[in-house]
C-alpha cells in the first residue's frame, strides 16, 4: 500500500524524496508488489529486498532528485544482470515527491499513469468498485497505470504500561503497517523521550476507567508494572469488550487472575479469551524476546483471520 503518511514526514523533514516501488514481479523476487522504499539527499528508508537490486534502485532514486525528472520505469532481471539468485524479473517505479506535489495527492487510492496517458476501462472500474464497496484494490500495474491503495491503520493495538517490555513491544511494532497503537501509562515520565510515528501516548491516572471506553475492536496488551492495575484492566477489558487482550505473567498469576476475575462475574468463556501468557515463553523472557513473539502472534493472527474471511 502507499505510505502517504510516511512520505509526508519524509518530505517534511528532509524536503524532496523520492519512492522506489515494485510495480510488478515475474518469477521469484526478494520482496512482493507494492514493497517500496524512500529515499532522500543522504539517507533512506525501507526496503525492496536489499542487494544489488536497492542498490542501483537507490543510486538511480538519488540522481533523480538531482534533475526535474519525477518519474521513471526500469524493468530489472534478477539474475542475468544484477547476479541476485531469486532468478525473477522486477519492474521497479521511481517517482520523486515534495510538499506541493503532496498536495495533491488522493487520500484513497493512488492511480497515476505510467506507460499509457489516458486511464483505461480497467483502471476507472477498479477504482470505481473500490469506493464503491469500500474494499482497496491490489497494489500494482493495471494496462499501464500504477495503483495503489492508500494505507490506513486497520487494527487498533492499546498498550498498557511503560515499562521495559512495553518500550520493546512498542519498538517492535510501531514499524509494522497497517497498526493504530495507542500506549497508556499512569505517568507521562514513564514513556521514552522519543515516541515511534504512528504512536499515540497517553497519560492518565486511571487506566482502567479509560479501558472502560476503549474500542470494542481493540487488540489490547497488559503489562503494567503493578498486578492490581493488570487485574483492573483485564476486568475492564471484558466488561467493554474486545478483539484480542493479551497479559504479561505467570502460570501462577494467571491461576490467581482467573479466579478474581470470576469472582468479579465473568464467565470461564470470556474469562480464556485473555491470552496469558503474552508471547512465546519458548524464546525467553527478555523484553525484546518477548516483543517478538507478541509481534509473531499479532502478524499470524492478522493471516488467520484473513484467511477465514477469504472462506467466508
Not at 77 to 105: H, I, R, S, W, Y
Not at 235 to 240: E, F, G, I, N, V
Request: charged share 15%; hydrophobic share 45%.
Amino acid at each position: 500500500m502507499f505510505d502517504l503518511d510516511t512520505l509526508r514526514s519524509a518530505v517534511a523533514a528532509h524536503g524532496a524524496v523520492a519512492r522506489v516501488v515494485i510495480a510488478e514481479v515475474a518469477g521469484s523476487s526478494p520482496r512482493e508488489t507494492g514493497a517500496a522504499m524512500l529515499v532522500w539527499a543522504g539517507g533512506q528508508s525501507g526496503t525492496i529486498g536489499g542487494g544489488a537490486l536497492e542498490w542501483q534502485a537507490t543510486s538511480r532514486a538519488s540522481a533523480m532528485l538531482e534533475t526535474d525528472k519525477q518519474q521513471q520505469l526500469d524493468v530489472e532481471p534478477l539474475g542475468p544482470k544484477l547476479g541476485q539468485c531469486c532468478g525473477g524479473m522486477v519492474t521497479l517505479l521511481t517517482e520523486t515527491f515534495d510538499a506541493a506535489t503532496l498536495a495533491a495527492l488522493p487520500d484513497d487510492i493512488f492511480a497515476r499513469p505510467v506507460s499509457a496517458k489516458d486511464m483505461p476501462l480497467a483502471v476507472s472500474r477498479l477504482l470505481a468498485q473500490a469506493r464503491s464497496q469500500g474494499v482497496p484494490p491490489p497494489s500494482g500495474m493495471v494496462q499501464g497505470w500504477m495503483v495503489e491503495p492508500v494505507a490506513k491503520p486497520a487494527r487498533q493495538i492499546w498498550i498498557w504500561g511503560a515499562g521495559h517490555v512495553g518500550r520493546a513491544i512498542v519498538d517492535v511494532l510501531a514499524p509494522l503497517p497497517d497498526l493504530a497503537i495507542t500506549w497508556v501509562d499512569v505517568d507521562a515520565a514513564r514513556f521514552p523521550d522519543r515516541i515511534p510515528e504512528g504512536v499515540t501516548t497517553i497519560p492518565t491516572a486511571q487506566p482502567a476507567v479509560l479501558a472502560a471506553h476503549a474500542p470494542t475492536g481493540a487488540e489490547h496488551l497488559i503489562l503494567t508494572y503493578s498486578h492490581a492495575l493488570d487485574l483492573a484492566l483485564c476486568h475492564a477489558t471484558l466488561t467493554r469488550g474486545f478483539a484480542r487482550c493479551g497479559l504479561i505473567g505467570s502460570k501462577t498469576k494467571w491461576a490467581r487472575f482467573r479466579a478474581r476475575l470470576t469472582a468479579l462475574g465473568h464467565s470461564p468463556a470470556a474469562i480464556t479469551r485473555i491470552d496469558c501468557p503474552i508471547g512465546d515463553p519458548a524464546l525467553g523472557k527478555h523484553p525484546q524476546m518477548i516483543a517478538i513473539g507478541v509481534a509473531s502472534s499479532l502478524l499470524k493472527y492478522k493471516q488467520h483471520a484473513s484467511r477465514q474471511e477469504n472462506a467466508g
